[in-house]
């Protein structure tokens, strides 16, 4: 089983960045696709951003396109999400999320198979 931990969250002025971490536990990391969701309170869960095994290719909802970019690297087990130019309603719980065994990631939540504990976003206007 793949244990994930999300850390680099906090409280930002509108327009400021943060760097979110997720550390992976397992030999799986290097061969799963990884996707950053996010959860507003009394929203569902939404996509936010996603990349292949290899890193060699992404996706980005569309609210976050040009602000937001995801990486791995794959020596650490880690995944990130550099969010820059953030806004009031990037606020919400960021969690990463893994699809193993080099399926081709996606959109839906119900696509992944863990997903950490979440850290909290914060961003004021």
């Known amino acids: 089983q793949v244990q994930l931990g999300e850390s680099g969250g906090g409280l930002v002025q509108a327009g400021g960045s943060l760097r979110l971490s997720c550390a992976a536990s397992?030999?799986?990391?290097?061969?799963?696709?990884m996707g950053w969701f996010r959860q507003a309170p009394g929203k569902e869960r939404e996509f936010v951003a996603a990349?292949?095994?290899?890193?060699?290719?992404?996706d980005y909802a569309d609210s976050v396109k040009g602000r937001f970019t995801i990486s791995r690297d794959n020596a650490k087990n880690t995944v990130y999400l550099q969010m820059n130019s953030l806004k009031p309603e990037d606020t919400a719980v960021y969690y990463c999320?893994?699809?193993?065994?080099?399926?081709?990631?996606?959109?839906?939540?119900?696509?992944?198979?863990?997903w950490g504990q979440g850290t909290q976003v914060t961003v004021s206007s």
């Open positions: 999320e893994i699809r193993s065994n080099r399926r081709a990631y996606t959109r839906l939540l119900r696509d992944y198979d863990y």
């Open positions: 990349i292949s095994w290899s890193g060699g290719s992404t």
């Open positions: 397992g030999r799986t990391f290097s061969s799963a696709a």
